[in-house]
C-alpha cells in the first residue's frame, strides 16, 4: 500500500501559507538502489491538531483493536505501533511542540487511534 496526504493552508492560524505532502504505506525506496522495496510494518495516515489547550492526534489503523496499540511519547516525537497476526503498524509523527510528559491519554475505537497531548 501506498498513498500521499496533501495538506494545504499551513500557514499562521489556518490561512494562506505551505503545503505540506506526507506519504503513508508500506512500499519505501530503497536507500542504494531507488527502487521501490515493501516493509513488514505499514506507515498509517495520521493528523494533528493543535487545539487551544491540547494537541490531538488521529491515526487510521484498519482491524486494530485498543489492546494493541502502543503509543510512546519522547520530546516531540510520538511513536505509535500496533500489531494483529495479519498485520503491523509504525508511525514516527513529530509534533510542533514538546507538550508535558505523563499527561498523555488515548484511545481507539473502530481502528482509529486519539491521542491527547495536554499543553
Same mark, same amino acid.
Not at 5 to 32: Q, S, W, Y
Not at 65 to 93: F, H, N, Q
Given at each position: 500500500?501506498?498513498?500521499?496526504?496533501?495538506?494545504?493552508? #499551513?500557514?499562521?492560524?489556518?490561512? *494562506? /501559507?505551505?503545503?505540506?505532502?506526507? *506519504?503513508?504505506?508500506?512500499?519505501?525506496?530503497? %536507500?542504494?538502489?531507488?527502487?521501490?522495496?515493501?516493509?513488514?510494518?505499514?506507515?498509517?495516515?495520521?493528523?494533528?491538531?493543535?487545539?487551544?489547550?491540547?494537541?490531538?492526534? #488521529?491515526?487510521?489503523? *484498519?482491524?486494530?483493536? *485498543?489492546?494493541?496499540? %502502543?503509543?510512546?511519547?519522547? /520530546?516531540?516525537?510520538?511513536?505509535? $505501533?500496533?500489531?494483529?497476526?495479519? %498485520?503491523?503498524? %509504525?508511525?514516527?509523527?513529530?509534533?510542533?511542540?514538546?507538550?508535558?510528559?505523563?499527561?498523555?491519554?488515548? $484511545?481507539?475505537?473502530?481502528?482509529?487511534?486519539?491521542?491527547?497531548?495536554?499543553?
Amino acid at each position: 500500500m501506498y498513498g500521499v496526504t496533501i495538506r494545504t493552508g #499551513l500557514g499562521k492560524n489556518g490561512g *494562506p /501559507g505551505g503545503i505540506k505532502v506526507e *506519504p503513508f504505506g508500506n512500499v519505501k525506496p530503497d %536507500r542504494a538502489t531507488g527502487q521501490p522495496v515493501v516493509e513488514a510494518e505499514t506507515e498509517p495516515p495520521a493528523d494533528v491538531y493543535e487545539e487551544a489547550d491540547h494537541l490531538m492526534v #488521529l491515526v487510521e489503523l *484498519p482491524g486494530i483493536g *485498543p489492546d494493541e496499540c %502502543r503509543v510512546a511519547l519522547d /520530546g516531540s516525537t510520538l511513536t505509535v $505501533t500496533a500489531e494483529t497476526k495479519k %498485520r503491523k503498524y %509504525r508511525k514516527e509523527i513529530v509534533l510542533p511542540v514538546a507538550p508535558p510528559p505523563g499527561r498523555m491519554t488515548h $484511545t481507539c475505537r473502530n481502528g482509529v487511534l486519539e491521542v491527547k497531548l495536554p499543553l
